[in-house]
């Protein structure tokens, strides 16, 4: 197992800075998930970790050692790729077992090491196959097994499974974090899926436009977003986030929905102070008569979960998703009101889309760093 230090990462590249200074610890034994969309420099942070990629600032420390100036192979890491990587012509055992000849690790260990991780991966009827005679679920298990040989002390993993269809995502999700539990060891994954990094992850890195947004355990973040961009990332249907004006003290009202006011208790902020209000479609709840404050919309777009229904709805010029019941039958007419559980309400600053602890403590937009800076 590896402790993982990173300090004041960046990566340039012609000039360019694509990684803004990345400041991460690590410990041993963690299963952390980068996640982030696509360019937002996640893969490029793996490799460099790995020592496939050059710093161009910082440092990366692996147990207390500062590795930048050390070879990917006296790392002590192993790295599984998207694509699997293996060789058509050699069989499960011989792709397997690769790396350890190539280290020049005797026979007999070589195949005791190979025999340990089939079992582990359920490959040992499999050994003397090769990769066209296997699905894609068992390429990618031998592309874990040629890293468990190894017995590194960090485990990389570059987006694994995005080659595979849905169903087999989410059995070889299963097949990772019981791999990672009966191993123990410290483990770094790159995915643009949020559901796949909330399922996996001890610990989420959420990465945008190559800095990190927040770093914390899944239900922390999903609970408590730092910003918009988190806010909107995790979480499918995606939070709601509507413009919206404090009115006066304790009350705010949606932007361009007349009649709108939402209490919220600690709002100290001045009269026409401009906010970002955020709720999670799961949040809000099919109001009755007594429910106060509401929302009343026309549903544009229903989409069948199985276990739920969501309703995508208009409200004013805004879009907003709502999570109903399974069964749930709307009117004629289209509309529904939606009510606003006490404590469901998430805000974030309009300029800067930081999240705001309690509108008491709100300061201008001009005070606050600026991220995007």
Same mark, same amino acid.
Do not use: W
């Given at each position: 197992m590896a402790q993982l230090s990173l300090s004041g990462l960046r990566k340039s590249y012609a000039g360019k800075q694509v990684l803004h200074g990345v400041d991460v610890e690590i410990n041993q034994g963690q299963f952390v998930v980068i996640v982030g969309p696509s360019g937002c420099g996640k893969s490029t942070l793996l490799r460099m970790i790995a020592g496939l990629e050059d710093i161009t600032e910082g440092e990366i420390a692996i147990n207390g050692q500062v590795v930048n100036d050390l070879d990917p192979a006296d790392r002590g890491c192993a790295m599984v790729f998207q694509n699997y990587a293996l060789y058509p012509h050699m069989t499960v055992a011989e792709n397997i077992a690769y790396p350890l000849k190539i280290a020049r690790i005797a026979k007999s260990e070589r195949e005791r090491r190979v025999r340990e991780a089939a079992g582990i991966l359920d490959l040992s009827d499999y050994l003397d196959r090769r990769p066209a005679q296997l699905s894609g679920g068992q390429r990618q298990r031998v592309a874990m097994g040629r890293a468990i040989v190894r017995e590194p002390q960090l485990f990389l993993f570059d987006e694994p499974l995005s080659n595979l269809d849905a169903k087999l995502r989410v059995s070889m999700r299963i097949e990772i974090k019981r791999l990672h539990k009966r191993l123990a060891a410290t483990s770094i994954f790159v995915t643009h899926d949020q559901v796949e990094a909330m399922t996996l992850a001890d610990m989420l890195i959420v990465m945008n436009g190559g800095r990190v947004e927040q770093i914390g355990a899944p239900a922390e973040i999903y609970d408590r977003p730092a910003s918009t961009f988190v806010a909107g990332f995790m979480g499918a249907p995606a939070m709601n986030l509507l413009p919206a004006t404090i009115v006066e003290p304790g009350l705010i009202a949606l932007d361009g929905v007349p009649g709108t006011s939402i209490r919220i208790e600690g709002c100290e902020a *001045? +009269?026409? #102070?401009?906010? #970002?209000?955020?709720?999670?479609?799961?949040?809000?709840?099919?109001?009755?008569?007594?429910?106060? +404050? *509401?929302? =009343?919309? #026309?549903?544009?777009?229903?989409?069948?979960?199985? =276990?739920?229904? *969501? *309703?995508?709805? =208009?409200?004013? +010029?805004?879009?907003?998703?709502i999570i109903l019941p399974k069964g749930f039958a709307l009117n004629r007419a289209g509309r529904i009101t939606m009510g606003i559980p006490a404590g469901a309400v998430h805000l974030f600053d309009e300029a800067n889309g930081h999240r705001l602890r309690s509108l008491g403590e709100y300061q201008p937009s001009e005070t606050q760093e600026d991220v995007s800076a």
């Amino acid at each position: 197992m590896a402790q993982l230090s990173l300090s004041g990462l960046r990566k340039s590249y012609a000039g360019k800075q694509v990684l803004h200074g990345v400041d991460v610890e690590i410990n041993q034994g963690q299963f952390v998930v980068i996640v982030g969309p696509s360019g937002c420099g996640k893969s490029t942070l793996l490799r460099m970790i790995a020592g496939l990629e050059d710093i161009t600032e910082g440092e990366i420390a692996i147990n207390g050692q500062v590795v930048n100036d050390l070879d990917p192979a006296d790392r002590g890491c192993a790295m599984v790729f998207q694509n699997y990587a293996l060789y058509p012509h050699m069989t499960v055992a011989e792709n397997i077992a690769y790396p350890l000849k190539i280290a020049r690790i005797a026979k007999s260990e070589r195949e005791r090491r190979v025999r340990e991780a089939a079992g582990i991966l359920d490959l040992s009827d499999y050994l003397d196959r090769r990769p066209a005679q296997l699905s894609g679920g068992q390429r990618q298990r031998v592309a874990m097994g040629r890293a468990i040989v190894r017995e590194p002390q960090l485990f990389l993993f570059d987006e694994p499974l995005s080659n595979l269809d849905a169903k087999l995502r989410v059995s070889m999700r299963i097949e990772i974090k019981r791999l990672h539990k009966r191993l123990a060891a410290t483990s770094i994954f790159v995915t643009h899926d949020q559901v796949e990094a909330m399922t996996l992850a001890d610990m989420l890195i959420v990465m945008n436009g190559g800095r990190v947004e927040q770093i914390g355990a899944p239900a922390e973040i999903y609970d408590r977003p730092a910003s918009t961009f988190v806010a909107g990332f995790m979480g499918a249907p995606a939070m709601n986030l509507l413009p919206a004006t404090i009115v006066e003290p304790g009350l705010i009202a949606l932007d361009g929905v007349p009649g709108t006011s939402i209490r919220i208790e600690g709002c100290e902020a *001045a +009269p026409g #102070t401009k906010l #970002t209000f955020g709720i999670r479609p799961e949040d809000l709840t099919v109001a009755t008569g007594d429910d106060s +404050p *509401a929302l =009343s919309g #026309t549903v544009d777009l229903v989409e069948e979960l199985g =276990s739920s229904r *969501a *309703a995508y709805c =208009s409200i004013g +010029p805004h879009e907003l998703a709502i999570i109903l019941p399974k069964g749930f039958a709307l009117n004629r007419a289209g509309r529904i009101t939606m009510g606003i559980p006490a404590g469901a309400v998430h805000l974030f600053d309009e300029a800067n889309g930081h999240r705001l602890r309690s509108l008491g403590e709100y300061q201008p937009s001009e005070t606050q760093e600026d991220v995007s800076a």
